[in-house]
């Protein structure tokens, strides 16, 4: 249908359909200029007429690259396709949101949608990963530097894919088709692509495997920026005084050197909270928040996790966590930041975001903490206030497009957690006779968290997720127990005394509470770090009753112990876990199909075979150590070790241990 335009008609379409995230333009509105400009207007249906064939062209280009060789284009078509959803999906309330019921429609009604689009985006974010190291010859990671990705618009479209995801999820159609792709064991084979795409699975694991990557490249850029902003102020603070003398036209060279970092820090920054953003709401489906216990994603939340409860994800958001909080320790102090005092708000929502993650990778968010829960309020909040600052110090257009979508999923959210108990403020709404804003439905969601009862349910993926997490958090060498409680004031608001106080006391006063945050969600971050505190002790204690462990049990490309053996198409065995990341990290250099370490031949995890004898050997060898230790079950220390201990260990006496567990919680919530 397309095939006969020339490709510069569809960049030009693509900047059209942008535009419409930029206007302050209402959907509604663009059908009554529709209408207006045609004569049998009650024949006008603008959903078959325009949006229709708009969101198919857009997807067809994005998803398929047979349709076009040209990269740039599927980048432009994805900017687009955001734009023209969040254009005709925004609204209010969900029961006033007719473009959400008219998009679920559409996706419905329309195969390519329902069942392509999610496995189309998975494919093009790996095909993006592919073109960039192809052609640039490095990965996006954390030992690269920026420059050309930042400007061609790398990092924010993988951002974007994201993003998408996480819109799509909230409409039926689209995950069902996740979860059919997560269920298949087959490598799906999409219609619309010219080459066989790659094990869903695995793209998966690959796309949030990189977004942990990007965060830890952004907060590396940010330093960078940081630190040079703070040498071009000190030069500036040392010409004022006269201790250094500089040139007239240097003074002008170093407010316009000042004026390109600031930017540049400004779009780093927001593009780390996005980052930040989404992983949170990842950890929140894992985590098993009252948000995702209803039926209809039971089976959804259940296939997403088998992805991100894998060792290497978990691994992987445990040593990025700990290197992040413990590069904010220099920054906890506001003198640290006096020469940009903008950017204290940024390093305090970057603290709150760090805070919500590590609690709910721990297994907290949904655990009682004294009288109070972790509710999710505190993140909508935390997402609200950043998008707030960046609509007054951002003026890069991507970014507000990105922050529509963002707002959109994160409202979408807020109120299916409410679900039904927004009913009985129905009458309310109505009587106010106008559409809630942010700051009101933000009260709205406060009054109905206070009433909504609380149902704790201990699930063995929110323990499993947790104890990894905490192990892999005590094994980081970076972890100091001190260091990441006391960041915590960086959040207390101040209060300057009144100016008739002394000069003694003129320092500011410290208020009670925290910004962002609820205090259950600081006490349940402090109870994280306390437990990993106490897991050093625990593993320096059972490294030292191991011992001198055979060679036959160590991987040998690492040498760790292993805890799941495989064998290798070359007769090397080594662990599944340590292959599995050497894979992941070979697909996100741009390699088509991952390579033997030992041989360099191809190699998939499907050609691995287990070494389920010698993983029984290591099971005994491994029981017969710890003896000590098994008497000790309930508190289930061998599962906490590591990242693979338990599957190795999974007792009857844990089994109960853990229904016992989720009985407590059941009755807990029932009182």
Not at 40 to 63: G, K
Not at 104 to 109: I, T, Y
Not at 544 to 568: E, F, H, K, N, W
Request: charge should be negative; include cysteine; glycine fraction near 6%.
């Amino acid at each position: 249908m397309f095939s006969g335009f020339p490709e510069h008609f569809f960049f030009d379409l693509c900047d059209v359909v942008y535009l419409l995230g930029l206007e302050r333009l209402e959907y509604r509105d663009l059908v009554s200029e529709l209408k207006r400009t045609r004569h049998d207007c009650d024949a006008v249906d603008e959903v078959s007429e325009v949006v229709e064939p708009l969101l198919v062209m857009l997807t067809q280009i994005v998803v398929a690259p047979k349709f076009t060789k040209n990269p740039h284009l599927r980048v432009e078509a994805l900017r687009s396709l955001t734009t023209l959803l969040t254009f005709v999906s925004k609204g209010q309330q969900v029961q006033y949101r007719p473009g959400y019921q008219r998009m679920e429609s559409l996706f419905q009604s329309h195969k390519l949608l329902s069942q392509w689009l999610i496995p189309g985006l998975l494919q093009f974010h790996f095909d993006l990963d592919r073109y960039n190291a192809s052609n640039n010859g490095l990965a996006f990671t954390s030992a690269v530097s920026s420059g050309d990705h930042m400007l061609w618009g790398f990092l924010p479209t993988r951002l974007s894919v994201t993003m998408l995801l996480r819109y799509l999820w909230q409409l039926p159609s689209p995950r069902q088709s996740l979860l059919h792709m997560l269920s298949t064991p087959e490598t799906l084979q999409t219609s619309l692509s010219a080459e066989p795409s790659t094990d869903s699975t695995q793209q998966l694991t690959g796309l949030v495997s990189g977004l942990w990557s990007d965060i830890a490249k952004l907060f590396d850029e940010a330093n960078n920026k940081i630190t040079t902003l703070r040498q071009i102020h000190d030069l500036i603070e040392d010409s004022l005084d006269g201790s250094v003398v500089v040139l007239p036209f240097r003074r002008d060279m170093l407010d316009g050197y000042v004026a390109i970092n600031a930017k540049q820090l400004r779009l780093t920054m927001r593009l780390l909270l996005e980052a930040l953003e989404l992983t949170s709401w990842f950890a929140s489906i894992v985590s098993g928040e009252r948000s995702f216990r209803s039926r209809s994603l039971s089976d959804p939340v259940a296939a997403l996790r088998q992805v991100l409860l894998q060792p290497l994800v978990v691994e992987q958001a445990a040593r990025t966590l700990s290197f992040l909080v413990a590069s904010l320790a220099n920054a906890h102090e506001e003198k640290e930041w006096k020469f940009s005092l903008p950017l204290v708000d940024d390093g305090k929502l970057l603290l709150a975001h760090l805070i919500v993650l590590v609690v709910r990778y721990a297994g907290h968010s949904a655990m009682k903490s004294g009288s109070s829960v972790c509710w999710p309020s505190s993140f909508w909040k935390i997402v609200r206030s950043g998008g707030d600052i960046m609509a007054r110090r951002v003026g890069d257009l991507d970014t507000h497009v990105r922050w529509g979508l963002n707002a959109l999923c994160t409202r979408i959210e807020s109120e299916s957690y409410l679900g039904s108990s927004l009913d009985d403020d129905v009458e309310e709404i109505r009587e106010a006779g106008h559409e809630l804003d942010e700051d009101e439905a933000l009260a709205l969601l406060e009054k109905q968290a206070v009433s909504t009862p609380v149902s704790v349910v201990d699930t063995a993926a929110k323990k499993r997720l947790g104890k990894r997490f905490i192990a892999a958090l005590a094994k980081d060498g970076r972890f100091d127990f001190r260091l990441f409680v006391g960041g915590c004031r960086f959040l207390r608001p101040q209060r300057k005394q009144d100016e008739s106080s002394d000069d003694a006391d003129e320092r500011a006063e410290v208020e009670e509470g925290y910004l962002y945050l609820d205090d259950s969600w600081v006490q349940q971050f402090v109870r994280a770090m306390q437990e990993a505190d106490e897991m050093i002790h625990v593993q320096e204690a059972m490294e030292a009753c191991l011992g001198d462990i055979p060679d036959q049990y160590l991987d040998p490309l690492l040498s760790t112990l292993m805890t799941d053996p495989v064998r290798l198409p070359s007769g090397n065995i080594v662990d599944r876990a340590v292959i599995a990341r050497h894979l992941l990290a070979s697909s996100q250099q741009g390699g088509s199909t991952g390579r033997d370490p030992f041989t360099r031949e191809p190699l998939t995890l499907a050609m691995v075979e287990p070494c389920d004898a010698l993983r029984s050997e290591i099971q005994m060898y491994l029981r017969t150590k710890m003896r000590h230790f098994r008497k000790t079950a309930r508190e289930d220390v061998l599962a906490t070790w590591g990242l693979g201990w338990d599957v190795l260990f999974d007792s009857s006496s844990e089994t109960e241990a853990d229904s016992e567990d989720g009985a407590d919680g059941v009755n807990n919530a029932t009182q």
